[in-house]
């Protein structure tokens, strides 16, 4: 698979599990922070790929664990430290406990705070590349070079 379409179509998936989570998040839908979390992971894989990095597949989910792949050099390594704690809601949040009882929802601030984060963090990552977010999934990014610091 060519690096440049990979990166591209994982920031084009991003911005659509962002947008998902917006609109979940507007009917107070519990999964809007599932694809806040899916939405890290994939900005995560596509800077993986410009690192010629290749992630374990049991640790696709893990977001310290995919950003702790990516060197520090990487200008956007640091800025995805706070929104880590997303991980769980990949996959404990989503199910319910041994008892049958649901898993709280996270603090709502902290919740619309990692929105943001990831917003920018996409946006950044979309102009670096060369990517057009909205284009077909036929379009690769137009540079596959790591953001260094």
Same mark, same amino acid.
């Given at each position: ?7 591209? +179509?994982? =920031?084009?998936?991003?911005? #659509? ?8 998040? !507007? &009917? ?22 410009? #690192?010629?990095?290749?992630? #374990? ?11 702790? =792949? =990516?060197? +520090? #050099? +990487? ?7 706070p929104i880590t704690f997303l991980t769980v809601y990949?996959t404990t949040y989503r199910y319910p406990k041994d !008892? ?9 601030d902290e919740i619309e705070a990692a929105a943001k984060? =990831?917003?920018? &963090?996409?946006?950044?990552?979309? !102009? ?14 137009? $540079?596959?070079?790591?953001? $260094? &610091?």
């Open positions: 698979m060519s690096a440049d379409l990979h990166i591209a +179509n994982c =920031l084009r998936l991003a911005h #659509e599990d962002l947008v998902a989570a917006q609109a979940l998040s !507007a &009917i107070d839908n519990r999964n809007d922070v599932y694809h806040l979390q899916q939405a890290a992971e994939k900005i995560l894989l596509a800077l993986l790929n410009s #690192e010629n990095i290749k992630a #374990e597949r049991r640790d696709s989910h893990r977001l310290d664990v995919l950003r702790d =792949l =990516l060197p +520090n #050099e +990487n200008a956007l390594k640091a800025r995805m430290s990949a !008892a049958g009882r649901l898993p709280q929802r996270g603090e709502k984060m =990831l917003q920018v &963090i996409l946006a950044d990552a979309a !102009a670096h590349f060369g990517v057009e977010l909205t284009d077909s999934d036929r379009v690769p990014a137009q $540079r596959t070079i790591p953001p $260094r &610091i």
